[in-house]
């Protein structure tokens, strides 16, 4: 069998990584890897890597300056032994077969990107949250053998009209291969969606299996909230990027890659304060929301959520931000 590397960056993470690590720890499958890269914690985060380390051979734990979580996801890229890659956050945690579902769905389809179902966590006491996810075990045998193949672009495309998949690189197993030449940009936010649509580009077959084996911890701080002045506009600039990259390089994907900026846009202004609303990045957002909402009204492929707010958009340009922005703020309190 083929070694799985398990790469996990690691950041102030003391009250999740003994989860996130046993989690893993507990697989079916035990042909991996474990890269923990610890990207210069304060708390006690990286003891508590060292000392599994101590007790667990196939963990190996690297100690870095605090450059962020693309670096030190880039650094467990260069150190993995595997000929196949997958990332796990620190605050989450997996099925115990997480990783023989996800073998099994690439030997079973000879995809070079396999994903399983996810799971949305709410922050809670240990205890509680440990009884919420005993919960999530329980799915049926339809479930684990069902699966959706993409060929050729047909992925990329699923990814940009968000069919199955995120910009996001947790939940995934990807072949090694996939990542030559292609690394998280550093120095930057947003850092995934600078970078997850490049390697869906070079995937020949890519799947997705309805299996519900990772446990995203969804938390009001957590990047996905972040209401950051420089992350939005690094989301921004390479959500752009990625549309001259689809323009260039994949024509036939560019109708998926514009619903993917329309999204991007609506989401960064849910996020965006209302008396924000008159500043040059938000009138852009707004501009490039109005422009693409015609496009996204026609394109019978988007996400109904998409076809919805570009209606809204076309209807009332000026009631769109206060729309947005209320739903997410609403959202936000119920985590």
């Given at each position: 069998?083929e070694?799985?590397?398990?790469?996990?960056?690691?950041?102030?993470?003391?009250?999740?990584?003994?989860?996130?690590?046993?989690?893993?720890?507990?697989?079916?499958?035990?042909?991996?890897?474990?890269?923990?890269?610890?990207?210069?914690?304060?708390?006690?985060?990286?003891?508590?890597c060292?000392?599994?380390?101590?007790?667990?051979?196939?963990?190996?734990?690297?100690?870095?300056?605090?450059?962020?979580?693309?670096?030190?996801?880039?650094y467990?890229?260069?150190?993995?032994?595997?000929?196949?890659?997958?990332?796990?956050?620190s605050?989450?945690?997996?099925?115990?077969?997480?990783?023989?579902?996800?073998?099994?769905l690439?030997?079973?389809?000879?995809?070079?990107?396999?994903?399983?179902?996810?799971?949305?966590?709410?922050?809670?006491?240990?205890?509680?949250?440990?009884?919420?996810?005993?919960?999530?075990?329980?799915?049926?045998?339809?479930?684990?053998l069902?699966?959706?193949?993409?060929?050729?672009?047909?992925?990329?495309?699923?990814?940009?009209?968000?069919?199955?998949?995120?910009?996001?690189?947790?939940g995934?197993?990807?072949?090694?291969?996939?990542?030559?030449?292609?690394?998280?940009?550093?120095?930057?936010?947003?850092?995934?969606?600078?970078?997850?649509?490049?390697?869906?580009?070079?995937?020949?077959?890519?799947?997705?299996?309805?299996?519900?084996?990772?446990?995203?911890?969804?938390?009001?701080?957590?990047?996905?909230?972040?209401?950051?002045?420089?992350?939005?506009?690094?989301?921004?600039?390479?959500?752009?990027?990625?549309?001259?990259?689809?323009?260039?390089?994949?024509p036939?994907?560019?109708?998926?890659?514009?619903?993917?900026?329309?999204?991007?846009?609506?989401?960064?202004?849910?996020?965006?304060?209302?008396y924000?609303?008159?500043?040059?990045?938000?009138?852009?957002?707004?501009?490039?929301?109005?422009?693409?909402?015609?496009?996204?009204?026609?394109?019978?492929?988007?996400?109904?959520?998409?076809?919805?707010?570009?209606?809204?958009?076309?209807?009332?340009?000026?009631?769109?931000?206060?729309?947005?922005?209320?739903?997410?703020?609403?959202?936000?309190?119920?985590?």
């Amino acid at each position: 069998m083929e070694l799985i590397s398990i790469i996990v960056p690691v950041y102030q993470a003391q009250d999740y990584i003994m989860d996130c690590v046993d989690s893993i720890l507990a697989q079916t499958d035990q042909d991996y890897e474990l890269i923990l890269v610890d990207d210069g914690s304060r708390d006690f985060s990286g003891r508590l890597c060292d000392e599994y380390a101590e007790i667990h051979p196939q963990i190996r734990v690297f100690h870095t300056e605090n450059r962020g979580a693309a670096a030190a996801r880039n650094y467990g890229i260069d150190q993995a032994k595997g000929d196949w890659i997958t990332f796990i956050d620190s605050d989450d945690t997996v099925e115990k077969d997480h990783l023989g579902y996800l073998r099994w769905l690439q030997q079973e389809t000879g995809a070079q990107i396999v994903k399983s179902g996810h799971e949305k966590c709410r922050p809670v006491d240990l205890e509680k949250r440990a009884q919420e996810l005993e919960g999530f075990e329980r799915h049926t045998m339809a479930d684990q053998l069902s699966y959706t193949c993409y060929e050729g672009t047909d992925g990329l495309k699923a990814l940009l009209y968000q069919e199955h998949f995120m910009s996001v690189p947790w939940g995934m197993l990807m072949e090694k291969k996939l990542w030559d030449g292609v690394r998280f940009p550093e120095g930057t936010e947003a850092e995934d969606m600078g970078t997850i649509y490049r390697i869906f580009a070079r995937s020949q077959k890519t799947v997705y299996g309805e299996h519900k084996t990772y446990h995203y911890l969804q938390r009001g701080s957590s990047t996905m909230y972040a209401t950051s002045r420089t992350r939005n506009p690094a989301y921004y600039r390479h959500s752009r990027q990625m549309l001259l990259f689809v323009k260039e390089n994949y024509p036939e994907c560019y109708a998926a890659a514009l619903s993917r900026h329309f999204s991007a846009c609506c989401q960064i202004l849910s996020e965006t304060p209302l008396y924000l609303s008159g500043t040059r990045f938000g009138a852009r957002l707004k501009q490039d929301i109005q422009f693409l909402a015609k496009r996204v009204c026609k394109d019978g492929e988007c996400r109904r959520m998409n076809r919805m707010a570009a209606r809204l958009a076309r209807v009332s340009p000026s009631m769109i931000h206060g729309l947005l922005r209320t739903y997410y703020v609403a959202k936000k309190r119920r985590l």
